[in-house]
T-cell receptor
């Protein structure tokens, strides 16, 4: 079946790197996404990676994809208080137009 | 910047009332979606549309209904609100078939409370 798993909480000290992990089950995924949700707001697309890529970097964000293990991670370098939010991993499936979301990881920044 | 707009942002309403949550996008996207987000953060797809006059039910059964008379507009209606409908409702859109896996763009949501 289709499933996207994430840990629910992560605490990181300000200035450290945050690594949010995600696993998915459907090998027909074509795109994998990371969304950020701040309090009281909708989801904002942070970055995405095509399934034939291993890595994508965009400023402080690095996405790593291990297709063999069906594992996706988002690394945020130099974590700041403004990074405090819920981060959703999502995959789009090749066979239909579905996008499957994980349950979200709440990132808490320690001073 | 927000190219997809939801109104109202917050709504408190009594049981039995009829309500319509509005969603409009200015990006010319064919696909539009409604998600319900519970307090535990998980997103549930309740309705989606591939274009004008197209509406489909999502993965989570919902007593709400939707319509798609214009490309830019995808309102959601509850004929008789109940406390179990209390939730955050998120509208989203994405580009058309030629960009099949284009990402979703979300509105800021409507937080509905039914008393």
């Amino acid at each position: 079946g289709e499933d996207v798993e994430q840990s629910l909480f992560l605490s990181v000290r300000e200035g450290d790197s945050s690594v949010i992990n995600c696993t998915y089950t459907d090998s027909s995924s074509t795109y994998l996404y990371w969304y950020k949700q701040e309090p009281g707001a909708g989801l904002q697309l942070l970055t995405y990676i095509f399934s034939n890529m291993d890595m994508k970097q965009d400023q402080r964000l690095t996405v790593l994809l291990n297709k063999k293990d069906k594992h996706l991670s988002l690394r945020i370098a130099d974590t700041q208080t403004g990074d405090s939010a819920i981060y959703f991993c999502a995959e789009s499936l090749n066979r239909d137009d579905k996008i499957i979301f994980g349950k979200g990881t709440r990132l808490h920044i320690l001073p | 910047e927000a190219d997809i707009y939801q109104t109202p942002r917050y709504l408190v309403i009594g049981t039995g009332k009829k309500i319509t949550l509005e969603c409009s996008q200015t990006m010319g996207h064919d696909k539009m979606y409604w998600y319900q987000q519970d307090p535990g953060m998980e997103l549930h797809l309740i309705h989606y549309s591939y274009g004008v006059n197209s509406t489909e039910k999502g993965d989570l059964s919902s007593e709400s209904t939707v319509s798609r008379i214009r490309t830019e507009h995808f309102p959601l209606t509850l004929e008789s609100a109940r406390p179990s409908h209390t939730s955050q409702y998120l509208c989203a859109s994405s580009e058309s078939e030629k960009m099949r896996h284009s990402p979703l763009h979300f509105g800021n949501g409507t937080r509905l409370t039914v008393t």
